[in-house]
């Protein structure tokens, strides 16, 4: 039986959308206990209201929450947080697994100070997947912000260990490792990314394929994008952006006007299919790499499509036992 443990309040929409997506995920995976943590009273309100409640669960009831504006001295001001009992279930082993749609800030703060990284990483990167335009591609992206600044050595260990990720989880063989930079010549970028390059080049147990440029990263070249967290952050929302804002341009023009929306409605089902295919809802989750544990974050306004995403996906990694295999290599290699 597995075991996660289910953060369900301090995202934008409430614990609701949080629970109705934990119940679901029950109904489809009988080997699965879910621990729902927080306000014990209002869970289990909710709880009542729900006809042919699956079984399988307990109640963490925690008396605080660390709302989205929360930070990192929150994780010392409210020890008796969902969040905080959350990731302290997952160091105590209770748990094989966490996910929150909480505060970002205090869920990489409450990893870094509640499970510590394993030996041979410096610093923890958040890795989020999303979708490319080759059919049933994704692509894995790190760090997408758990850090401001990082080394050309963080840049490496992420590179390993998001390749131990698509190799367990996406069950890809040798997927191609690239480097985000703004050309495609190993001259190219500052220092940190020069410096990169060669220790991922030099690593043959690495399919690396050299420099890639941000117009290129849903184009399905690769599989595995590394860059800092600062720069991924901004790569990852520009896209998130572009991507919503696209859709709703094609929408809007191909309503203008009687003479568009007949034709339109020939090609309503290929829209919602490009529709359906780059919802982040489909791909809400972000794994932190390089903890002790297998942590997961939501978008904050996540809602029951998106966590049952984010829930999927740490299903996925535990049940491929994705962290003994990454602490593994990396203790081993450090």
């Given at each position: 039986?597995?075991?996660?443990?289910f953060?369900?309040?301090?995202?934008?929409?409430?614990?609701?959308?949080?629970?109705?997506?934990?119940?679901?995920?029950?109904?489809n995976?009988?080997?699965?206990?879910?621990?729902?943590?927080?306000?014990?009273?209002a869970?289990?309100?909710?709880?009542?209201?729900?006809?042919?409640?699956p079984k399988?669960?307990?109640?963490?009831?925690?008396?605080?929450?660390?709302g989205?504006?929360?930070?990192?001295?929150?994780?010392?001001r409210?020890p008796?947080?969902?969040?905080v009992k959350a990731?302290?279930?997952?160091k105590?082993?209770?748990?094989?697994?966490?996910?929150?749609?909480?505060?970002?800030?205090?869920?990489?703060?409450?990893?870094?100070?509640?499970?510590?990284?394993?030996?041979?990483?410096?610093?923890?990167g958040?890795?989020?997947?999303?979708?490319?335009?080759?059919?049933?591609?994704?692509?894995?992206f790190?760090?997408?912000?758990?850090?401001?600044?990082?080394?050309?050595?963080d840049?490496?260990?992420?590179?390993?260990?998001?390749?131990?990720?698509?190799?367990?989880?996406?069950?890809q063989?040798?997927?191609?490792?690239?480097?985000?930079?703004?050309?495609?010549?190993?001259?190219?970028?500052?220092?940190?990314h020069?410096?990169?390059?060669?220790?991922?080049?030099?690593?043959?147990?690495l399919?690396?394929?050299g420099?890639?440029?941000?117009?290129?990263?849903?184009?399905?070249?690769?599989?595995?994008?590394?860059?800092?967290?600062?720069?991924?952050?901004?790569?990852?929302k520009?896209?998130?952006?572009?991507?919503?804002?696209?859709?709703?341009?094609?929408?809007?023009?191909l309503?203008?006007?009687?003479i568009?929306?007949?034709?339109?409605?020939?090609?309503?089902?290929?829209?919602?299919?490009?529709?359906?295919?780059?919802?982040?809802?489909?791909?809400?989750?972000?794994?932190?790499?390089?903890?002790?544990?297998?942590?997961?974050?939501?978008?904050?306004?996540?809602?029951?499509?998106?966590?049952?995403?984010?829930?999927r996906?740490?299903?996925?990694?535990?049940?491929?036992?994705?962290?003994?295999?990454?602490?593994?290599?990396?203790?081993?290699?450090?």
């Open positions: 039986m597995h075991k996660i443990a953060d369900v309040m301090g995202s934008d929409k409430g614990l609701i959308p949080a629970i109705n997506a934990g119940l679901h995920f029950l109904q995976h009988h080997d699965v206990e879910i621990f729902f943590v927080g306000n014990q009273k869970i289990e309100n909710h709880l009542a209201t729900v006809p042919n409640c399988n669960y307990q109640i963490i009831d925690t008396p605080e929450v660390i989205m504006d929360g930070g990192i001295m929150d994780i010392r409210k008796d947080s969902s969040l990731l302290e279930l997952v105590n082993k209770s748990v094989d697994g966490m996910l929150t749609g909480g505060s970002s800030a205090a869920f990489i703060a409450g990893a870094h100070f509640i499970l510590g990284e394993f030996e041979g990483v410096g610093k923890p958040f890795m989020p997947t999303w979708p490319t335009i080759v059919e049933n591609h994704t692509v894995l790190l760090d997408a912000g758990a850090n401001t600044d990082n080394s050309a050595q840049l490496y260990n992420f590179a390993k260990m998001a390749t131990i990720y698509a190799q367990t989880v996406l069950h063989e040798r997927p191609r490792v690239s480097l985000l930079n703004i050309g495609e010549e190993k001259s190219k970028g500052k220092d940190v020069r410096e990169a390059y060669e220790l991922l080049k030099a690593d043959q147990k399919n690396f394929q420099n890639i440029e941000a117009r290129e990263m849903i184009s399905g070249s690769t599989d595995i994008i590394v860059t800092d967290g600062f720069s991924g952050n901004i790569a990852l520009a896209m998130e952006g572009a991507l919503k804002n696209l859709m709703k341009v094609i929408k809007t023009t309503t203008k006007s009687l568009r929306k007949i034709p339109a409605l020939f090609l309503k089902k290929a829209f919602k299919e490009v529709g359906t295919k780059f919802d982040y809802k489909n791909y809400a989750g972000a794994i932190l790499l390089g903890v002790n544990g297998v942590v997961f974050k939501s978008h904050g306004s996540s809602d029951e499509q998106a966590f049952g995403s984010t829930l996906m740490t299903y996925e990694a535990i049940q491929g036992d994705v962290l003994a295999k990454i602490k593994t290599k990396m203790e081993v290699e450090s």
